[in-house]
């Protein structure tokens, strides 16, 4: 019975660690998250259904279009919701994000319908079984490429001279621009960037959740507790506190009971930001003096 | 869906501008609304659906007749309620505040009708269910009670699901798979006390939020505790979920469920696995049809483009509504004003009535709101994606 709880640990952690990386990329770059990434990923999985069930493309060519499609609406976010408010020093980004989310979950209920579909995957038919759980292989996609896509960030954020040129905003915005970086650019940027990487959790976790408008909802929650927990500024944090969590609630779910699940998990947020505000992995900002 | 959302548009207008036309020509006789208060979007928006087409196609009969009350038509408003209790309580409001609605239907979400339960006492307007079941809906305690039903009662649901795993399926330790709603919260007591009664008291219930993706544990749960039968009430997009983990772990188990599966696209959200479950409808079009069957058949093919039985979605949705429109109609005329305490006098004490689901007689009492029992529940399976009667051991 632990094996297969901690299986289904795992393929839940990861999906909610998926989406934390998100919020950690802009964070990082501009203190600010896009509350509705959990919508982000309700767009990707709607575009790439419509492109891939819907008008019949082939499946290479209906991820691409939706990755750009995903990029474009992290540009768009950024420019609406986030830079009009980011020089006042307040906090309206935060509630104009959310509005854009329940915006978007509308008018994905008008255009794309109102029901639960199923978006086909042939790792997702019959389940397999290791160590004598039972799995859908899909299920092992989901953390294999968590852990890519955020070996990948660290990279890019490390090796790359944009993703030097993030981190540089990210230290300092003032000390960046001296350096002739447009921090503007940049930031917009990190929004398309974490577009795309909710793009690619809701194509990936369209099979397993079923494509529908209100999908988003709880994994953008469930995501951002998973930010705070494994620190909002540490990609590694971020997915071994995914994995941590979603294991976390399937035992505690096993043992103790459903009811229990949620308090446990929420209560489990609350003390780490109690104990450890920047998150168990991630490291206590120097003031600033 | 998009043609019929088209289809439907143009029909709108056409009947639109035909009661402009009558209106014209009769003068000054005001339609009589009715409304539906439903989820038409979410995950269960196909009950909806099916609700609203089996009102406008009683409406369409009962206009073609010219009307009610000597010539005044029947006229439909409908609000979406999302499967939220407080949308719930605006749109009942609203509907009658605003639209002067004398009778209400409500859609698919009991926790949206316990909610609006109150308002229809203070409105004085009668609630006629179609598909949600909570019994505390209609057994609510209240005197006169304006709360009706034409649909299933989780409490005599329960009763039929318990008889049939215990005595059908001769299993001895059923668990409970439900929603963590009130909607499970009135099946959790009724299975608690007909498997109770009967001698076999579920081994364990395990509950689920609504959007939960991954269902093993509490399967898992059920399974450690010895179970040899799962009872399910759930959704579709849940119902789903359940039966794709109860597939991955593994467990071939049989499992019977009540009917919120059949308000979705369970089939193609589960696949071939949706032949194994077990599920409990008011009504099939499939098989021999009565002369109504087969007249409410003719105008849902003349009406939505449905080709045959196999077309007709989340059924009981549509069988449930026709039924109560035209109990509601013949209240009407027999209280004589459209009024909605005089309509619930009258509900309570109609005559006979050859409807689709049976022949109604006295379908309501002062004591019984459920025009529906036990003995009107069939079971059924889905084959191929189409909702099918059990054949009967």
Not at chain 1, 201 to 223: E, F, Q, W
Request: charged share 15%.
């Amino acid at each position: 019975m632990i094996v297969q709880l901690v299986f289904s640990g795992l393929a839940l952690g990861s999906m909610y660690a998926l989406v934390a990386l998100g919020y950690n990329i802009t964070y990082a770059t501009s203190r600010t998250v896009n509350f509705a990434q959990g919508q982000s990923v309700m767009v990707g999985a709607v575009v790439a259904y419509a492109l891939y069930v819907g008008a019949g493309w082939p499946f290479v060519p209906s991820v691409l279009a939706t990755l750009l499609a995903l990029a474009a609406l992290g540009v768009l976010v950024e420019r609406v919701a986030v830079r009009p408010f980011l020089t006042s020093a307040s906090i309206a980004w935060l509630l104009a994000t959310i509005a854009l989310g329940v915006i978007a979950e509308n008018v994905a209920m008008l255009t794309f319908g109102k029901d639960a579909r199923a978006f086909p995957s042939s790792l997702a038919q019959r389940a397999v079984t290791v160590l004598g759980a039972g799995v859908y292989p899909h299920e092992l996609l989901v953390p294999v490429v968590g852990v890519a896509l955020m070996v990948l960030v660290e990279l890019a954020f490390r090796r790359t001279l944009a993703g030097r040129a993030l981190r540089a905003v990210a230290f300092d915005h003032d000390a960046a621009r001296l350096m002739g970086i447009d921090v503007t650019r940049t930031i917009s940027a990190a929004y398309a960037l974490s577009s795309v990487l909710a793009g690619v959790a809701g194509i990936l976790l369209a099979p397993l959740l079923n494509v529908s408008a209100t999908m988003g909802t709880t994994l953008g929650l469930k995501g951002f507790a998973v930010a705070i927990i494994g620190g909002i500024e540490s990609a590694r944090g971020i997915v071994l506190a995914g994995v941590l969590y979603g294991i976390v609630e399937a035992i505690v779910a096993g043992y103790l009971g459903t009811g229990v699940r949620e308090i446990l998990g929420f209560a489990l947020v609350v003390l780490v930001l109690l104990a450890r505000p920047w998150g168990l992995f991630g490291v206590a900002a120097p003031r600033r003096v | 869906m998009r043609r019929v959302t088209w289809l439907g548009l143009v029909l709108l207008t056409l009947c639109l501008l035909g009661t402009q036309a009558t209106v014209g020509f009769t003068q000054a006789k005001p339609p009589i609304t009715v409304a539906l208060v439903a989820a038409m979007s979410g995950g269960s928006a196909l009950s909806g659906e099916a609700i609203k087409r089996g009102l406008s196609v009683a409406i369409d009969e009962i206009n073609a007749r010219g009307g009610l009350l000597s010539g005044r038509t029947l006229e439909l408003v409908v609000r979406d309620e999302e499967g939220n209790p407080s949308k719930g309580v605006t749109g009942a409001r609203d509907v009658i505040e605003r639209e002067k609605a004398v009778a209400v239907f409500g859609g698919l979400h009991s926790p949206v009708g316990l909610a609006m339960l109150p308002v229809f006492h203070e409105l004085k307007v009668p609630y006629v269910g179609t598909w949600a079941a909570a019994t505390a809906i209609t057994r609510n305690g209240r005197s006169p009670n304006f709360m009706f039903r034409v649909s299933a009662n989780d409490d005599i649901v329960d009763h039929f699901l318990a008889k049939h795993v215990i005595e059908k399926l001769g299993k001895r330790k059923p668990g409970v798979i439900l929603e963590n709603t009130p909607w499970g919260a009135s099946n959790q007591e009724g299975l608690t006390k007909w498997f109770g009664r009967l001698g076999a008291p579920p081994v364990g219930f395990e509950k689920f939020n609504w959007g939960d993706p991954d269902m093993s544990p509490q399967l898992l749960r059920l399974r450690q505790g010895g179970a040899d039968a799962i009872v399910m009430i759930a959704n579709a997009p849940e119902g789903a979920q359940v039966v794709k983990s109860r597939a991955k772990i593994g467990w071939d188990v049989s499992t019977v469920s009540h009917w919120g599966i059949s308000g979705g696209r369970f089939p193609e959200l589960t696949g071939a696995l949706s032949e194994s479950v077990v599920f409990v409808q008011t009504y099939s079009f499939f098989g021999k049809q009565s002369d109504v069957g087969e007249r409410v058949i003719a105008a849902l093919k003349a009406r939505f483009a449905v080709k045959g039985p196999e077309d007709i979605l989340a059924p009981v949705g549509t069988a449930n509504a026709y039924d109560a429109m035209h109990l509601v109609a013949l209240a009407i005329e027999q209280a004589g004003a459209a009024d909605g305490s005089k309509v619930r006098d009258a509900l309570e004490n109609l005559g006979e009535h050859r409807g689709l689901i049976k022949t109604y007689r006295r379908p309501f009492t002062p004591e019984e709101h459920d025009a529906l029992t036990e003995n009107d529940y069939i079971l059924v399976t889905w084959r191929q994606g189409k909702i099918v009667p059990v054949t009967m051991k």
